[in-house]
Structure formats: structure tokens, C-alpha cells
């Protein structure tokens, strides 16, 4: 038996569920029984199979690896481990509900002691100014520039990680009250939390992820570069911008238009058309038609921004069945004798949101712009992040309990409806979420620019397991330039200036360079996005989920890890590497960290930091104007190689459509041993029904500030030089699945 109950106060109860992946769920209740949070009614949380080999008695619950969960008649509980250690346990000023039924009920408190080198993290992006927690009190609630996208998950240091299964808004105090407790409040709602353990953070990611949802696998193209041109531009001026941005040879897959693409701007209805001044009208001319043939020709996608004030709540009622009659008409005008009949005399319930066709979802009006070639949309925070005090939602909800759940919403809809509607992996931007969020789409950090806040937002939200995050890179700025180039997505947006790469000046070569080695890296992120896809681990990381002991990694808003492989760093001129060796890709130094500052200064062209790891293996490309411009039929693999083993998942599909959830796709791991006189190199067995995708292939190892007396291929020497660029040994070439023995000078 999984489950147990107990009465905590007159006709209130406490309920708690031992479930698969080591999740414990404890929620209170009143006389009606255990509530329906929006995240359940609308499945945003995907359901999990009742433990196995749990045992119930009384109050205690044992689970299978011989911990224990205990509920009190105060409301409280405690969770050890087999050896009797506590994990999780209440204190004083813990309410699970405080009263019997939902109307009177108040709302919740949860108190936990803290240890005194305990470290809480997470809350996703909701202050931009600090990774841990500790000390703070905050909330958890969507606010246009102030908390983009707060989720109720929060992680301990000490193995256990909290989700509060709600849409309201939650309260948390991190010891800034009271020393050594932590407190969460949620009103008008019954306790309901997951406690999700795990022996590291990424454990605890991928367990949330189970039940949430794990990042989905964008298009390949969608991790080439997105520039949004400024939001005056006509079609001949878009087809003018694509055009010079090929004759400068800078890389770039993604056209974006602004409001004004719309015939009247900021149209938030449903009946949105082109502008008939920037843009003419569907006809024989063909209009946009013929400018998004026009850009396709070149490489480049189109795609859409928009706003809404939707009331998304009606479609998520008809999907789960709900009765979504709106009662508007309770009687038949036509029966009633009346001298005379205008819209004044006609009286009958008449409702202030007006935009909304209640019968029809959000994602219908798209499929036209889709039709005739629009590949994306961006939805912008206005309006559907401001909130509403006095609407009441077509589910009969009200602000309290929608408001964070909005875009969350919209992801999904408009997410499944491009599936449905194209068949092809969505491709969609958006500012704000909630619980869940991460397995819709991608964010860009709100219209905040690039700098140390939005940087610190994305770093939040790797916490929280969202993989594809990025913000407004400004061009103008080396630091900007550095970090746009450098995160999951690329993007440009140009607003209302002009912040064209190819018209920068001397700055538009350093643009080109990044966005050169951004295009080589896509065999690198692509794999990573297939991790997170299957883990939950962002490619994006703060230091703190790989180094969790270190105080300092905790401290760090504006370094972190891309792919687990990169270190980045933008803003801080201070360096802080980490223990180990790191190859420094701007200037082929060797440099060996211990978690001090360190002066190692970046070149004046460049506008941060970027590291290799040691002992990681790192696939790149070749350069391309758009993804899928050549062929890739050979992989460069980066190597710092250190004492001991590693390797890396190659991952390659389609790179559109879902064809790859059903086995079209081929992956395979590359491994290296080091010792002290070689590097023997081998494949995995190839999976997946596409093996040729990677056995077709063609390698060369690009080892580090290494010298190497001879290479083999099984009796087959291999072409060994150096590189004096790279400061690196190049051993070209070999074939997927060959094993290499190197032999090392010295």
C-alpha cells in the first residue's frame, strides 16, 4: 500500500502518496476531499505510477528503500532515510489548511528547519540577482520585467527538492525571518507538495522533469541564428536585409517581423491581416507570399510576432471535456412579443472580453499565416502577462488562479497546434511560464536586453530544467555579442534601431566570427538539446549543479557551463575557473584553475571568456550560412585530454518533423582513455534506425596543447600535424566506429 491518511483537524485531513522515481506527495484537504489544482485539470502533470513495496501503518508509510514518511495530527511530517537520518521534516507554524472548507480556508503554511550548511536554490527566473536562496524572501508570481517566469520548485543541498503543485501565488522566506527555517505560504488553497529526492540537483531536475515534463527536440535549425528586423521594415527592406546579410557571409537562418507586420498594430483579436502599406495584401501579386519564397530561396525562415488577450481557459476545458456552454443565451428572443427589437432593448447577459471566440482555440487564426510559409512566432508579454483583478475566466477561475498559468497555456496550444496543423517540430519564443513550461517551447528574457540581470534569469531557469534560453543580443556591445552568441538560442532583435550584424562597422568581423564558430558548434548543441531532451539537463548551466560543494560556484550569476563541456563567462572581469586544466579557445592557452580569481584577461575583440574543459569531447561542424547550407560529413572532435576516461553522445535526425520519436535518428558515443603515454579512442554500438546518419561519417581528433609521436587506426597509421593556431595536434582521418591508439611524446 502507497498511501496514507490521517485527521490533522475537524474534518481536515492529511494525505500522503509514496510514488515511482522516489517522489513523495503530502496534501491536505478539507470536507470535500483532496482539491484539483489547474496543473492536474489541465494535465500539465504527467501522471506517475503509485510506488512499489511500500508498506502502511498507521501513520507511517515504508517505503521500498527503507525510508519512512510520518504524518502528525498537527498537520506535520517527517521523512528519513534508511539509516534514520531526517531529510524532510516540519516545524513550528506548519498549517496544511486552516479550516474545512474551501471557502473559509485561508490558506497553507509550510515551515522546515534548516541545516546550517544547507543551500536552497531555485524559484526558476523570478529575481535576477542571486542563485542561492539563502537569506532571501521573495514571491513566486509572473511580472513583466520583475519575474519572467517563477516556478514552485525549490532544491536543497542536502538531496531533496520541494514542488509546490499550485497556480497561485507562492511566499517563500529562506531563513531571512527566522535563522535556520525556511517557510513557503500559499492562500485560499490546501497544502499540496511533491518532495522529489535525489544524490545530486540533476537527479532532482530529472525527477521534476518526469512529472512536469521534459524540454522537447526543437528543429536543428532552430539553434542557427534568429535576427528580428526593425519593426518598420516592408517586405522589399526585409528581402534587402536578407540579402546583405548573405553577401557579408554572416550566418543566419531566422527572420523576424515586429507589430507593424499587422494592418493595425498590436491587433490582439483573431482577425489580424498584413499590413496593406508595409506588407500588400493577399492577391495576384502574391504579397508576403512572395517575399517569404523570396527569403526561402536564401536560406532564411520568416516568422511572426504577437500579442493576445485570449482567454485561453474555454480551450482547455473542451480538451479535457469539460461543459464549456457559456449560457450566454438562456432564452429565445424570437419568442418574446416586443413593440421593437435594437442591440438596446435586447437584453441579455453580455460579456467585457470581446476578443475571444470562445468556440475556436487561440492557435486557429495562425493557420493561415502558417499556410502560405510563416515557420514561427513570438509572443510577446502584451498583454496576456499584465493581470486582471476582476475578470472571471471562461473556466469559472479567477486571477489568483490563472494568472501564472497563461503562457503555460499558450505554449501548449500553440505548440500542439503547429504539430497538428505543419507536422514539423514548433519553433516558438516566449517571455513567460510557470510549472511546466520547459516542455513547450523556448524563452528569450523579456525585453530586458542582454547584461548581468538577464543572464542571471537564464541561469535561474537551467535550475528548473528549461533547456532553451536566450535574450535580445545587443550588437553593439562586445559583452552582449559574446553571450548571445553563447547561449542555447541566438537572437537579434533590432526593434525599432537597426541592429543589423552586417552594418557594425569594424564590430560586424567579431559578429562573423562568433556566428561562424556558433554554426561549427551545432553538432555540439544539437547533442546537448538531445540530452536535455532525455534528462531534463539544461545546455546552459550555473556552476553550482556541477560543482554543488563549492561555495563559491554558488556566488557565480555570470559564469557558467555550456553543454558541461564550455566554461563562459561574460561581464565579471574576474575569472574564476574551477579545479583542472582549461583551454582558453581565444588565445590556445592552458590555464589551471583552483577556484580563486585569476587574471587570465580575454582578448580586446572578444567580450568574455570561453574555456574548454578538460577530459571533454566536443563535436564541430562546418562553417555554414544556414543550417543544412553543406553537407556535414565530417566532424572535428576537441580534446583537452586529462587522466581518465569520457565521452560524448553523438546525436543526428531529420532535424525536422517527428520521425525521430519512433527511432529515425542514430546515436552513438565517442570515448577516450587517457593515460600517461596514450589515448586510445573507440566507438559504442550504433542505435537508432538511421545508423548511416553518424556511420557515414568522417572524423578528425583535435587534441589540445598536446604533442603526439604516432597514430593508429587498427594497423592503419593516421596523419598526425600540428597546429599552431590551435597550439593542438590534429589526427585526421578516421571513421565512425574505427578504434584509435595514440601514442603521446614524452
Known amino acids: 500500500?502507497?498511501?496514507?491518511?490521517?485527521?490533522?483537524?475537524?474534518?481536515?485531513?492529511?494525505?500522503?502518496?509514496?510514488?515511482?522515481?522516489?517522489?513523495?506527495?503530502?496534501?491536505?484537504?478539507?470536507?470535500?476531499?483532496?482539491?484539483?489544482?489547474?496543473?492536474?485539470?489541465?494535465?500539465?502533470?504527467?501522471?506517475?505510477?503509485?510506488?512499489?513495496?511500500?508498506?502502511?501503518?498507521?501513520?507511517?508509510?515504508?517505503?521500498?528503500?527503507?525510508?519512512?514518511?510520518?504524518?502528525?495530527?498537527?498537520?506535520?511530517?517527517?521523512?528519513?532515510?534508511?539509516?534514520?537520518?531526517?531529510i524532510v521534516a516540519t516545524t513550528t507554524g506548519t498549517k496544511p489548511g486552516t479550516a474545512a472548507t474551501a471557502t473559509g480556508n485561508a490558506g497553507w503554511q509550510l515551515s522546515l528547519p534548516m541545516a546550517e550548511s544547507e543551500?536552497?536554490?531555485?524559484?526558476?527566473?523570478?529575481?535576477?540577482?542571486?542563485?542561492?536562496?539563502?537569506?532571501?524572501?521573495?514571491?513566486?508570481?509572473?511580472?513583466?520585467?520583475?519575474?519572467?517566469?517563477?516556478?514552485?520548485?525549490?532544491?536543497?543541498?542536502?538531496?531533496?527538492?520541494?514542488?509546490?503543485?499550485?497556480?497561485?501565488?507562492?511566499?517563500?522566506?529562506?531563513?531571512?525571518?527566522?535563522?535556520?527555517?525556511?517557510?513557503?505560504?500559499?492562500?485560499?488553497?490546501?497544502?499540496?507538495?511533491?518532495i522529489i529526492r535525489g544524490a545530486s540537483y540533476d537527479e532532482i531536475i530529472a525527477s521534476y522533469c518526469s512529472l512536469t515534463g521534459l524540454p522537447p527536440l526543437p528543429s536543428e535549425r532552430s539553434f542557427g541564428g534568429w535576427l528580428l528586423a526593425n519593426e518598420f521594415s516592408n517586405g522589399q527592406e526585409v528581402v534587402a536585409l536578407a540579402r546583405n546579410l548573405r553577401t557579408a557571409r554572416i550566418p543566419m537562418d531566422h527572420i523576424g517581423l515586429e507589430p507593424y507586420w499587422m494592418d493595425t498594430r498590436y491587433d490582439f483579436s483573431a482577425d489580424k491581416q498584413w499590413s496593406k502599406t508595409r506588407f500588400l495584401h493577399w492577391g495576384d501579386k502574391g504579397g508576403p507570399v512572395s517575399m517569404i519564397k523570396t527569403l526561402a530561396r536564401q536560406g532564411f525562415t520568416l516568422g511572426l510576432w504577437l500579442c493576445s488577450k485570449w482567454d485561453l481557459t474555454w480551450e482547455e476545458e473542451r480538451r479535457i471535456g469539460a461543459d464549456t456552454q457559456s449560457g450566454d443565451e438562456i432564452f429565445d428572443m424570437s419568442d418574446i412579443e416586443m413593440t421593437h427589437f435594437d442591440d438596446n432593448v435586447g437584453h441579455k447577459p453580455i460579456r467585457m472580453d470581446d476578443l475571444t471566440k470562445r468556440d475556436e482555440p487561440w492557435f486557429e487564426h495562425l493557420k493561415t499565416f502558417i499556410d502560405h510559409g510563416v515557420r514561427f512566432f513570438k509572443l510577446d508579454p502584451?498583454?496576456?502577462?499584465?493581470?486582471?483583478?476582476?475578470?472571471?475566466?471562461?473556466?469559472?477561475?479567477?486571477?489568483?488562479?490563472?494568472?501564472?498559468l497563461q503562457f503555460v497555456m499558450a505554449m501548449r496550444q500553440m505548440s500542439e497546434g503547429y504539430r497538428e496543423h505543419t507536422g514539423q517540430r514548433p519553433q516558438m519564443l516566449y517571455l513567460s511560464g510557470w510549472a511546466g513550461f520547459q516542455c513547450y517551447a523556448g524563452t528569450w528574457a523579456g525585453d530586458t536586453g542582454g547584461g548581468?540581470?538577464?543572464?542571471?534569469?537564464?541561469?535561474?531557469?537551467?535550475?528548473?530544467?528549461?533547456?532553451y534560453a536566450t535574450f535580445d543580443m545587443n550588437v553593439d556591445d562586445l559583452a552582449g555579442i559574446h553571450i548571445g552568441y553563447l547561449t542555447p538560442w541566438c537572437l537579434i532583435n533590432s526593434w525599432a534601431g537597426y541592429d543589423y550584424p552586417q552594418d557594425q562597422g569594424p564590430v560586424a568581423d567579431i559578429i562573423r566570427a562568433y556566428a561562424e564558430l556558433r554554426y561549427r558548434l551545432l553538432p555540439f548543441l544539437y547533442s546537448c538539446a538531445d540530452r536535455a531532451h532525455t534528462t531534463g539537463m539544461a545546455i546552459a548551466r550555473p556552476l553550482l549543479l556541477s560543482w554543488p560543494e563549492v561555495d563559491a560556484a554558488y556566488q557565480l550569476t555570470q559564469?557558467?557551463?555550456?553543454?558541461?563541456?564550455?566554461?563562459?563567462?561574460?561581464?565579471?572581469?574576474?575569472?574564476?575557473?574551477?579545479?583542472?586544466?582549461?583551454?582558453?579557445?581565444?588565445?590556445?592557452?592552458?590555464?589551471?584553475?583552483?577556484?580563486?580569481a585569476c587574471s587570465h584577461a580575454h582578448p580586446d575583440n572578444r567580450g568574455g571568456h570561453l574555456l574548454l574543459r578538460e577530459n571533454r569531447l566536443v563535436p564541430l561542424g562546418p562553417v555554414q550560412q544556414w543550417v543544412g547550407e553543406v553537407s556535414t560529413d565530417q566532424l572535428d572532435w576537441w580534446l583537452l585530454p586529462a587522466a581518465g576516461e569520457t565521452s560524448f553522445a553523438l546525436y543526428r535526425d531529420g532535424g525536422e518533423g517527428f520521425a525521430h520519436e519512433t527511432g529515425a535518428f542514430a546515436r552513438a558515443t565517442l570515448t577516450a582513455v587517457t593515460s600517461a603515454s596514450e589515448i586510445r579512442v573507440s566507438w559504442s554500438e550504433l542505435s537508432g534506425d538511421q545508423p548511416e546518419r553518424i556511420a557515414s561519417l568522417r572524423h578528425r581528433l583535435v587534441l589540445m596543447g598536446t604533442r603526439v609521436s604516432t597514430a593508429q587506426a587498427g594497423e592503419r597509421a593516421l596523419s598526425v600535424t600540428w597546429d599552431e593556431t590551435l597550439k593542438a595536434s590534429v589526427i585526421a582521418d578516421f571513421t565512425t566506429q574505427e578504434t584509435l591508439s595514440i601514442a603521446l611524446e614524452g
Not at 382 to 404: C, Q
Not at 452 to 466: N, T
Open 119 to 194: 543551500k536552497i536554490i531555485g524559484g526558476g527566473d523570478h529575481r535576477r540577482d542571486r542563485l542561492l536562496l539563502n537569506g532571501e524572501r521573495s514571491q513566486l508570481w509572473v511580472r513583466y520585467q520583475l519575474s519572467h517566469v517563477p516556478v514552485p520548485l525549490f532544491l536543497s543541498s542536502r538531496g531533496y527538492g520541494l514542488f509546490f503543485n499550485t497556480t497561485r501565488r507562492v511566499l517563500y522566506d529562506i531563513g531571512a525571518t527566522t535563522p535556520g527555517v525556511q517557510t513557503y505560504k500559499v492562500a485560499k488553497d490546501y497544502l499540496d507538495v511533491y
Open 559 to 596: 559564469e557558467y557551463l555550456l553543454g558541461d563541456s564550455f566554461l563562459v563567462t561574460v561581464y565579471d572581469t574576474a575569472l574564476v575557473l574551477p579545479a583542472g586544466r582549461w583551454y582558453d579557445v581565444w588565445t590556445a592557452k592552458v590555464h589551471t584553475g583552483d577556484w580563486s
Open 1 to 86: 500500500m502507497s498511501t496514507i491518511e490521517i485527521p490533522f483537524a475537524p474534518h481536515c485531513a492529511l494525505q500522503a502518496e509514496a510514488l515511482e522515481g522516489g517522489i513523495v506527495r503530502i496534501r491536505a484537504s478539507g470536507l470535500d476531499g483532496p482539491s484539483e489544482t489547474l496543473l492536474e485539470r489541465y494535465r500539465f502533470l504527467k501522471p506517475l505510477a503509485p510506488a512499489a513495496g511500500c508498506q502502511a501503518a498507521g501513520d507511517r508509510l515504508m517505503l521500498a528503500d527503507g525510508s519512512a514518511l510520518r504524518l502528525d495530527k498537527h498537520g506535520g511530517f517527517q521523512l528519513v532515510d534508511a539509516a534514520g537520518t531526517t
Open 382 to 404: 502584451a498583454v496576456l502577462i499584465n493581470e486582471f483583478p476582476d475578470r472571471l475566466y471562461g473556466n469559472g477561475r479567477t486571477e489568483d488562479e490563472v494568472h501564472n
Open 452 to 467: 548581468k540581470q538577464s543572464m542571471c534569469g537564464i541561469l535561474q531557469d537551467a535550475v528548473v530544467g528549461h533547456a
